[in-house]
């Protein structure tokens, strides 16, 4: 009887004890797999192609540059990633809401003048190792170093340069400042380039005055460049009238010259003749003078009682219908003539 129970009770003992067996066992199996997929995952690892891997063993640094897939030992070897592309930060107000930062952006000028300007600094990693562990934290020492030289060097300018016509200056020497001084820090950084993106007064009503001054400074370089390009217009077209008019007085003094020429060899042919015939030569010179002037004269006589008669011209004998048409000249007879 008691060989009968044992046998019906120990059979589901038995079974119990192996079902445990085998779970455990498949527990232990399911670990090791997790444990293997897990190693095999943290061996593996993609790299970007901007971007650079800081492989670290034993505290050995190693860059990677080449993007694609790439293995490391897990637990022994550990990643950092680092951009290349070049990244940047505001200074004076929040890039992401556009809203103002005043305890960034508020300075005073040389000419004991506030004003708010903002910047926005770009820069690019030149050696990952020195940018992970040269500094606890470069960027933030780039952004103070930056504040620092900004403040510096507004404070050199007055407000009418740091709003209006300084800013490239501004932003030429600021930037020759921090890439020296990045160059002596050595932190595996270096500055792209630093630009000024707004400058104003802090108040309405100093933003307006300076508004009217930039537009008055303004319609001074319109007028500048108008009356610019007026004398440029001007200037080639008195250039052009004076090369005309020395060309007409040219021409004038030939044709003079000429004319002269002609007189002369006139005058000289006359003489020759006249040294030829000097009689003959007088009394034709007389007879084409005469020839000449008495056309157009108008002879009036004058009585003794102050009565005047005029006398047809000359060649109105001969030709009436043009005696009229003479010039007028008055002749005063040396005595007066009777009728």
């Keep these: 009887m008691f060989k009968k129970k044992e046998k019906v009770y120990d059979q589901p003992v038995q079974k119990d004890r192996n079902w445990r067996a085998k779970i455990g066992k498949g527990a232990g199996i399911a670990a090791g797999i997790l444990i293997l997929f897990s190693l095999f995952m943290g061996s593996v690892y993609s790299l970007k192609e901007n971007e650079y891997a800081v492989v670290t063993t034993f505290g050995v640094p190693k860059v990677v540059e080449e993007s694609g897939i790439h293995f490391k030992i897990p637990h022994v070897q550990r990643l950092s990633r ?93 930037k020759e400042k921090i890439i020296s001084r990045l160059d002596a820090e050595d932190i595996g950084i270096q500055l792209v380039n630093i630009t000024i993106q707004d400058a104003e007064p802090p108040t309405q009503e100093v933003i307006n005055a300076f508004k009217n001054v930039e537009n008055a400074k303004q319609g001074k370089e319109t ?58 030569t007088k009394q034709r010179m007389f007879y084409e003078t005469m020839e000449e002037i008495l056309p157009d004269m108008k002879i009036i006589i004058e009585n003794s009682d102050g009565t005047t008669q005029t006398m047809l011209p000359i060649d109105s004998f001969t030709n009436p219908s043009q005696g009229e048409k003479k010039t007028v000249q008055k002749a005063e007879p040396t005595e007066p003539v009777e009728k």
């Design 82 to 174: 680092v951009p290349k592309t070049i990244n940047g930060f505001s200074i004076g107000y929040d890039s992401n809401s556009g809203e103002s930062v005043d305890k960034e952006s508020f300075m005073i000028t040389r000419d004991y003048n506030f004003v708010n300007v903002d910047f926005y600094v770009e820069y690019r990693v030149t050696d990952p190792t020195k940018y992970l562990y040269a500094s606890e934290n470069p960027i933030f020492i780039l952004k103070n170093l930056t504040q620092s030289y900004i403040r510096d060097t507004i404070g050199l300018y007055d407000v009418d340069s740091v709003i209006t016509t300084g800013k490239n200056e501004i932003q030429a020497s600021i």
């Design 223 to 280: 007028s500048i460049n108008k009356a610019n390009q007026k004398r440029n217009e001007d200037i080639p077209a008195a250039r052009a009238a004076a090369d005309e008019t020395v060309k007409t007085a040219q021409a004038q003094a030939e044709e003079r010259v000429n004319e002269a020429k002609g007189q002369t060899a006139r005058l000289n042919e006359l003489y020759a003749e006249y040294q030829k015939y000097p009689l003959i």
